[in-house]
C-alpha cells in the first residue's frame, strides 16, 4: 500500500518537472494581469538611497538649475517613465529650473511625453510654467560621453541650440549657464549605454557635480557601489525605486499601481522555484534510493 | 477615428503579435518581428544620417567650405575630413578585395575609447572603490526594534526581519570588508583551496552567490516591469477596462 502511495506521489513530482512552459507562462500572465484591475497601492517604506535623492532635490533653493539627462528609449517606458515623472514634479514644485537633454536619440522626446503628464496636475498648472524660463529641452546630441565632457567645458560646444532651434544665448533660461559650474544638481534616468555610469565617470569624477539617478532594476546593482563611495548621490532601482519615490513625494502615481502586480509576480516565481525545487530533490532522492 | 487610436490598435494587435510565440512559432508573430525589425532599422538609418552624419559631418564641413570661400581661410572644420576618410573605409567592407582598409578605422576606434575609458575606468571604477572599501571596523551595538502592526505574527516577522536588517546595517563596513577579502581569495588559483584558505574562498562563494542572487532578482524585476506595461497598454490604453 505504502509503496503504491510512493508510487504515485513520485509520478506527481516527474508530471510537475515536466509540466508544459505555457501553463507557467499562463500563470505569470493572470498574476500580471489581474492586480491591474484592483487600484490597490501598496504601502512600502523608503529606503535610504532613494530617500537621499529626494533630499539632494529637496535641499535645493528655489531657482535652482537642475539637469535632467534622458538616456533611455520607449523600450524602458513602464519602469523610467514614472521616474520622470516624479522628477518633475519634485523640480516644478520646489520651483527649480529644469534643463532637459539626451543622450539617447528618443531621451528627449520621453521627456516631453512626462511634461506632458505633469501639467495636467492642478498644483503643477497654477504655476504656469514657460518654456526657455522654467525649462528647456535641449534636445538630443550625437557622441555619448564625449558630450559629457565637452558639457564640463561649455554647454554651447555640445548644444549650440535647444530641440527647437533657438540659440542658447537666445534662451533666457540658458544665460549664466556655462558649465557644470552653473548646474546645482544632475539627474539622469537611464537603461544602459551611455547612461549613469558615463555621467559618474566624465562628469562627477572630473568636474566634481551632485548627481542622482533612476535606472532600470537591471542596471542598479551596479550603481550602487557609486553611493558607498559618494559618486553618486543615490539611486532609484527600477519599478520599486521609483514606487518608493512617489511615496517620498507623497503622490503616489504609476509605479505604485503597478507594484501591487509586481509583488503578485514574484509571490508567483518565489512558489514556483520552491514547487520546482522540491519536485527537483524529491527526484533525486528517487534516483540515489 | 483618429489618428491615435488608430496607432493604439495597431500597438496592441503588434504586442499579441509578438506574445503568441510564447504559445508556438507562428506566420502572425513572424510578421510582427520582421515589422520591427524593418521598423528599426529604417527608423536607425533616419537617426543616424539627420543627427549624426548631417550635424557632425555635413554641416562642419560646408562651414568650412563657406569659409574657404567667403575669407579664403582654411579653418579648423576641415578636420572633420577624417573623420569622414574613416567612415568611408568602414564601408569599404562592402568591397572584398580592399575590406581589410576598415581594420584602420576600427584600430582607430578602438585605440581612442581606450585610451579615453582607460583613466576614467581606472580612478571611477577602480581607485575611488578600492578606496571605498577602506572602512572603519566599528563594534557598536545595533539598537533593537520592535514592530507594531496589530497583528502578532506579523509583529514577529516584522521584528525578526527590522532586527536583522539592523544588524546588517550596522556591520555593514565588516560584511563589505569580509565579502570583498573572501572574494578575492576565491579567485586566487595558486594555492590549494584547503583549512583556513579554504573556508575563506568558500565564505567568498557564498558572497559570490548572493550577489548574482540580488542581481537575478533585479532582472526579474526589470522584466516583470516590461510585462506590466505591456498588460496596462493592453487592458487600459486599448480596452479601456480600468
Not at chain 1, 512600502?44 to 529626494?54: A, G, K, L, R
Not at chain 1, 552653473?182 to 539627474?187: A, E, T
Not at chain 2, 581661410?73 to 569599404?92: A, C, K, N, P, S
Not at chain 2, 578602438?110 to 578600492?130: C, D, H, K, M
Amino acid at each position: 500500500m505504502n509503496e503504491t502511495t510512493n508510487q504515485e506521489k513520485k509520478t506527481f513530482w516527474e508530471k510537475l518537472l515536466s509540466i508544459d512552459r505555457r501553463i507557467i507562462f499562463l500563470f505569470i500572465a493572470v498574476a500580471i494581469s489581474v492586480p491591474l484591475f484592483f487600484k490597490t497601492s501598496l504601502d512600502m517604506p523608503v529606503s535610504p538611497v532613494v530617500q537621499e535623492v529626494y533630499n539632494a532635490i529637496e535641499k535645493l533653493e528655489a531657482g535652482s538649475k537642475v539637469l535632467v539627462s534622458f538616456d533611455y528609449d520607449p523600450g524602458s517606458m513602464p519602469e523610467l517613465q514614472p521616474m520622470a515623472e516624479s522628477f518633475f514634479r519634485h523640480c516644478f514644485r520646489n520651483n527649480l529650473k529644469v534643463i532637459i537633454m539626451g543622450l539617447w536619440p528618443q531621451g528627449p522626446l520621453q521627456a516631453n511625453i512626462a511634461l506632458d503628464q505633469v501639467f495636467k496636475d492642478e498644483d503643477i498648472k497654477a504655476k504656469n510654467l514657460q518654456y526657455g524660463i522654467d525649462y528647456v529641452n535641449l534636445g538630443f546630441t550625437a557622441g555619448n560621453e564625449v558630450v559629457i565632457d565637452r558639457m564640463g567645458h561649455d554647454f554651447r560646444e555640445s548644444y549650440p541650440a535647444d530641440s527647437r532651434g533657438t540659440p542658447l544665448s537666445e534662451i533666457p533660461l540658458m544665460r549664466g549657464v556655462r558649465n557644470y559650474d552653473n548646474i546645482d544638481l544632475i539627474l539622469n534616468l537611464s537603461a544602459g549605454y551611455p547612461g549613469t555610469m558615463e555621467w559618474v565617470q566624465y562628469a562627477v569624477d572630473v568636474f566634481h557635480v551632485k548627481l542622482a539617478a533612476g535606472n532600470t532594476a537591471v542596471q542598479a546593482p551596479s550603481m550602487y557601489p557609486y553611493i558607498q563611495t559618494g559618486q553618486l548621490a543615490g539611486v532609484l532601482g527600477g519599478m520599486k525605486g521609483g514606487a518608493e519615490y512617489e511615496i517620498a513625494l507623497k503622490r503616489p502615481a504609476k509605479a505604485v499601481s503597478y507594484m501591487f502586480s509586481q509583488a503578485i509576480a514574484h509571490g508567483v516565481i518565489c512558489l514556483f522555484i520552491i514547487i520546482g525545487n522540491i519536485a527537483f530533490f524529491s527526484l533525486r532522492k528517487k534516483k540515489t534510493s | 477615428m483618429s489618428s491615435e487610436v488608430i496607432g493604439i490598435w495597431i500597438g496592441a494587435i503588434l504586442t499579441l503579435g509578438i506574445f503568441s510565440f510564447l504559445y508556438k512559432d507562428n506566420p502572425f508573430y513572424k510578421f510582427s518581428e520582421a515589422l520591427f525589425v524593418g521598423i528599426s532599422a529604417g527608423y536607425w538609418f533616419v537617426v543616424t544620417f539627420w543627427q549624426y552624419f548631417v550635424p557632425k559631418f555635413w554641416d562642419n564641413l560646408s562651414l568650412a567650405y563657406s569659409e574657404l570661400l567667403t575669407k579664403g581661410r582654411v579653418d579648423y572644420h576641415w578636420i572633420y575630413l577624417v573623420g569622414g576618410f574613416f567612415g568611408v573605409l568602414m564601408l569599404l567592407r562592402l568591397v572584398p578585395k580592399i575590406g581589410w582598409l576598415s581594420r584602420w578605422s576600427l584600430a582607430f576606434i578602438v585605440g581612442t575609447t581606450a585610451g579615453l575609458q582607460f583613466t576614467r575606468y581606472l580612478e571611477s571604477n577602480g581607485i575611488l572603490q578600492v578606496k571605498g572599501t577602506i572602512m572603519p571596523l566599528d563594534l557598536t551595538y545595533p539598537k533593537p526594534f520592535i514592530a507594531h502592526t496589530g497583528f502578532i505574527i506579523t509583529d514577529i516577522l516584522g521584528t525578526i526581519w527590522c532586527n536583522l536588517l539592523n544588524i546588517l546595517y550596522t556591520y555593514s563596513h565588516w560584511v563589505l570588508v569580509v565579502g570583498t577579502f573572501c572574494g578575492l581569495i576565491y579567485f586566487f588559483f595558486s594555492k590549494e583551496h584547503k583549512g583556513v584558505f579554504g573556508g575563506a574562498a568558500r565564505v567568498g562563494v557564498w558572497f559570490l552567490m548572493i550577489t548574482f542572487g540580488a542581481l537575478f532578482g533585479y532582472t526579474v524585476m526589470s522584466r516583470m516591469s516590461l510585462l506590466i506595461g505591456r498588460m496596462d497598454y493592453l487592458f487600459g490604453i486599448w480596452l479601456g477596462l480600468y
